[in-house]
C-alpha cells in the first residue's frame, strides 16, 4: 500500500526559508522519479519540481526555479523540497508523489506571510 507523508510546512516570513520532507513507502522507491507538487486555494495542482532515480536530474517550474532545491535519499525512501526566498505566492498545500500514482498524502500547508 503507497504511503505517501509530507511534512515541514509551517508559517514563515517573505524571504524566509523552509524544508519540506516526504517519507515515501509501499513501492519501491529508487525506481520512480519523485515529484513535489502545490495546490493554492482556489487554484489547480501544479507541478513544481521533479528528482531523477538517483537525484542526477532535476527539473523545476518557472515559478521557482533558483529559489527551491529537490533532493532525495534513497536508503531512507525519503525526498526533500528546500525552499529559500519564498514570496507570498508561494503559499499553499505541497504534495509529493511519483509519474502515475493516483495516490496523495494529506500534503503539508506552507503560508508565506508577514
Known amino acids: 500500500q503507497v504511503q505517501l507523508v509530507e511534512s515541514g510546512g509551517g508559517l514563515v516570513q517573505p524571504g524566509g526559508s523552509l524544508r519540506l520532507s516526504c517519507a515515501a513507502s509501499?513501492?519501491?522507491?529508487?525506481?520512480?522519479?519523485m515529484r513535489w507538487y502545490r495546490q493554492a486555494p482556489g487554484k489547480e495542482r501544479e507541478l513544481v519540481a521533479q528528482i531523477g532515480f538517483w537525484g542526477g536530474s532535476t527539473t523545476y517550474s518557472d515559478s521557482v526555479q533558483g529559489r527551491f532545491t529537490i533532493s532525495r535519499d534513497n536508503d531512507k525512501n525519503e525526498v526533500y523540497l528546500k525552499m529559500d526566498s519564498l514570496r507570498p505566492e508561494d503559499t499553499a498545500v505541497y504534495f509529493c508523489?511519483?509519474?502515475?500514482?493516483?495516490?496523495w498524502g494529506r500534503g503539508t500547508q506552507v503560508t508565506v506571510s508577514s
Open positions: 509501499g513501492f519501491n522507491f529508487g525506481n520512480y522519479r
Open positions: 508523489n511519483y509519474p502515475g500514482s493516483n495516490t
